[in-house]
């Protein structure tokens, strides 16, 4: 069974970094990106970048580069979002997901997702 | 970026009733598009991929169609567990990962 488990909630303070993890278990870490995705209070969902954790390829949406580091350590079976310069606007649930693709002509559906990480930015 | 536009917002219905969900992208993006379901302080749960396949253990009262550039989500049947908010999303090659706003279906 495909497991994604996330860190825990974080409180943060204005111009900080946070950092959330998310540990995979039940297939091959190195088959298939890692995205993460966030979802504002009562909003949609946004998504932010995406790891290749066979080489630690990287793609990030525009209006996070800069701000959004993602990693994989394939010792640990574990992707990792760092989000810089945090904001108020960043407080949300943060989710890892994990990408499938049906064919080599598309890129990825989310078929799994973690928990969520509640970031909460507060002065 | 490719904008989903996905409507109604908000839909009101009856354990029973048949209902239809509506996502129009701005281009074409083939048949990439995937189906959500979410329920409060849930993560999102994935129900349909390549605009109509049915996830592994979905139930068939779910369905997926496609017309152009317009994607629908139906539920053929309401039932009391399906009361929840739904997502599309695109996944078009080379393209950023876009969602709809979503539709919150009530009871």
């Known amino acids: 069974e495909v497991q994604l488990v996330q860190s825990g909630a974080e409180v943060k303070k204005p111009g900080t970094t946070v950092k959330i993890s998310c540990k995979v278990s039940g297939y091959t870490f190195t088959d298939y990106y890692i995205h993460w995705v966030r979802q504002a209070p009562g909003r949609g969902l946004e998504w932010m970048g995406l790891v290749d954790p066979e080489d630690g390829g990287t793609r990030y949406a525009e209006k996070f580069q800069g701000r959004v580091t993602i990693t994989a350590d394939t010792s640990a079976d574990t992707a990792y979002m760092d989000l810089s310069s945090l904001r108020s606007e960043d407080t949300a649930i943060y989710y890892c997901a994990f990408g499938r693709s049906s064919s080599t002509l598309s890129a990825e559906y989310f078929q799994h997702w973690g928990q969520g990480t509640l970031v909460s930015v507060s002065s | 970026d490719i904008q989903m536009t996905q409507s109604p917002s908000t839909l009101s219905a009856y354990v029973g009733d048949r209902v239809t969900i509506t996502c129009r992208a701005s281009?074409?993006?083939?048949?990439?598009l995937a189906w959500y379901q979410q329920k409060p302080g849930k993560a999102p749960k994935l129900l349909i991929y390549?605009?109509?396949t049915l996830e592994s253990g979905v139930p068939s009262r779910f369905s997926g169609s496609r017309s152009g550039t317009e994607f629908t989500l139906t539920i053929s049947s309401l039932q009391p567990d399906d009361f929840a908010t739904y997502f599309c999303q695109q996944y078009h090659i080379n393209s950023p990962y876009t969602f709809g706003q979503g539709t919150k279906l009530e009871i």
């Open positions: 281009q074409s993006i083939s048949r990439w």
């Open positions: 390549e605009a109509s």
